[in-house]
């Protein structure tokens, strides 16, 4: 079994910051790209980030100069780091993975089961 976990999310007010956590736990032989993605209600889900193992980063333009992701391979782990958050961040943002378990040849997406961010005064 392959899960990752998403923490952090939660209630802040507009300007201000958070970090989302995620951390992939189970049966892994290798994981490759990791993201984080957001959906708000009525809309697709997006991507905003993405770090590659190596450590190279892609960005959306809506979070480009505000958000930073971030991994530390040792722990399983990627962060994002929220600045200057606007109203329109609201959403449930998501964790992705694509890992491969353990005995498997083959990668897959993994998504955790969401965490949600409200900006509001």
């Known amino acids: 079994q392959v899960q990752l976990v998403e923490s952090g999310g939660g209630l802040v007010q507009p300007g201000g910051s958070l970090r989302l956590s995620c951390t992939a736990s189970g049966n892994i032989s290798s994981i490759y790209t990791m993201g984080w993605y957001r959906q708000a209600p009525g809309n697709q889900r997006d991507l905003l980030a993405d770090v590659a193992s190596g450590g190279t980063t892609n960005y959306a333009d809506s979070v480009k100069g505000r958000f930073t992701i971030s991994r530390d391979n040792a722990k399983n782990t990627v962060h994002l780091q929220m600045n200057s958050l606007g109203h329109e961040d609201t959403a449930v943002y998501y964790c992705?993975?694509?890992?491969?378990?353990?005995?498997?040849?083959?990668?897959?997406?993994?998504w955790g089961q969401g965490t949600q961010v409200t900006v509001s005064s």
């Open positions: 992705s993975g694509k890992m491969r378990r353990l005995g498997s040849a083959v990668a897959r997406n993994y």
